[in-house]
């Protein structure tokens, strides 16, 4: 038997080509078909890597809302005053939307525009700066637990101009005398107020002079 099979080839491939028939696939290379089959081949391999990419957005997807389900919890936990504070601030803040309804205004959220206006005339009306920033405390709170947002800007600006007219006054809303108000150049008093933050950061009681 020796020498009847001198070479053995190492695949059907090599062998078809060494005795000079098309190797196969060779025969439709290049038409319609050849295109489709390799349209076919490059979808299937799109269809598996966006499996797995969805596979890990899915798993990403819950690792980041159990984070966030986590750490949601212990902010309102933070920010959540004891129960007799936070029975005034429900009050409070119902006090506003009771307020907001009557006027046809929108406030789920409201606006920080509408927040200030409110909060401007209870001063005006009052003079109780105390209840004001309490108020302005209140609202910010059932905000933060609720996921809303109402841009502070106009809060602060409010609860500043209420301090300026304490100072104007000589008082700072508690009976106390503020001393009169330095001014440079007829430059207008101004008070500071840590910002409005979304974690329901307190508001100051009384304006600095600076």
């Not at 007799?84 to 959220?109: C, G, I, M, N």
């Not at 409010?158 to 809303?173: I, K, T």
């Amino acid at each position: 038997m020796v020498g009847i099979f001198p070479y053995s080839y190492p695949d059907e491939r090599a062998r078809v080509e060494a005795a000079g028939a098309p190797a196969p696939g060779s025969l439709i290379a290049g038409t319609p078909l050849a295109e489709l089959i390799d349209e076919a081949l490059r979808e299937r391999q799109r269809d598996e890597e966006q499996a797995e990419y969805r596979e890990r957005g899915d798993f990403i997807a819950a690792k980041l809302e159990e984070f966030l389900e986590h750490h949601i919890a212990m902010e309102i936990r933070r920010i959540t005053p004891d129960g007799a504070t936070q029975e005034v601030w429900l009050s409070d803040a119902k006090a506003f939307f009771d307020w907001a309804r009557k006027h046809r205004l929108w406030y789920r959220p409201a606006s920080g525009s509408v927040v200030a206006f409110y909060l401007t005339d209870m001063f005006l009306t009052t003079e109780d700066i105390r209840r004001v920033e309490r108020t302005a405390r209140a609202i910010q709170y059932i905000y933060d637990i609720g996921g809303m947002y109402s841009d502070p800007v106009p809060i602060r600006a409010a609860l500043a101009f209420c301090h300026d007219v304490l100072a104007e006054l000589g008082d700072d809303g508690g009976g106390t005398p503020l001393p009169r108000p330095k001014r440079t150049n007829g430059a207008a008093v101004v008070h500071e107020t840590p910002p409005l933050a979304a974690s329901g950061t307190a508001f100051p009681e009384t304006g600095k002079e600076v």
